[in-house]
């Protein structure tokens, strides 16, 4: 059995502004810096230690890797399959913005169809599982980005079956639709800001809370 700790990056300047990211670049604040030391810290006082740290590959997951792995000292690796869901045409836009858009023909995605903006924001945002299949459009569905975010950890698992303690730095949307998927009982409310959520892994039970 593997004790998997899913932390998602510190506060970044498109958190801070209001801004969808998913797979376009964005730096961490100086409060998102401090964020990741403290999770680090608390991590430490809790005696538990990474015998490895998986990270997504984009920026600011890898600037709070590091400074995790500054402080619990171990080994970080990176894998292009823990980077958020791409929210496609709507990355860098502002949610005020999109939430204001009305779509003339409706906008179909995932068998739904939505007329504003507002709707298909809130059922991005929905823990609902009916809406799995959504994608912004040139963009990934949330089912897709979490079966690539969770087989990545797989993987590495299994190629290092010996794991007792893994780090996983990535995103709140991923790391929400993991947590969704497998333990949706546990999740009340959006991942926050350098927060870690434990679970596990086992060769055959798989995932579970």
Do not use: W
């Not at 300047?13 to 990211?21: D, L, M, P, Q, S």
């Not at 740290?53 to 500054?70: F, G, N, P, Q, V």
């Not at 780090?167 to 993991?178: E, L, P, Y």
Request: aromatic share 12%; net charge neutral; hydrophobic share 35%.
């Amino acid at each position: 059995m593997t004790r998997i700790y899913l932390i998602r990056h510190g506060e970044t300047f498109f958190n801070k502004e209001h801004k969808i990211a998913g797979q376009i670049e964005t730096d961490l604040t100086e409060l998102g810096k401090k964020q990741a030391l403290d999770c680090a810290l608390n991590l430490k006082n809790q005696n538990i230690k990474f015998d490895a740290i998986l990270c997504s590959t984009l920026k600011r997951a890898k600037d709070t890797a590091e400074i995790i792995a500054s402080v619990i000292e171990a080994p970080v690796f990176y894998d292009d399959n823990l980077k958020e869901f791409s929210n496609g045409v709507y990355e860098g836009v502002q949610v005020e913005d999109l939430q204001k858009m009305v779509f003339n023909p409706p906008y179909q995605t995932g068998g739904f169809e939505f007329s504003s903006g507002a709707d298909l924001y809130a059922a991005y945002s929905s823990f609902d599982a009916k809406y799995d299949g959504l994608s912004y459009p040139k963009g990934e569905s949330k089912k897709a980005a979490c079966n690539r975010f969770m087989n990545a950890i797989e993987r590495y698992l299994d190629a290092h079956p010996n794991t007792q303690n893994l780090g996983v730095v990535a995103h709140g949307a991923v790391i929400r639709f993991m947590l969704l998927k497998i333990c949706p009982e546990t999740l009340k409310e959006k991942i926050k800001n350098a927060e870690a959520r434990v679970v596990y892994y086992g060769k055959y039970r798989g995932f579970y809370a």
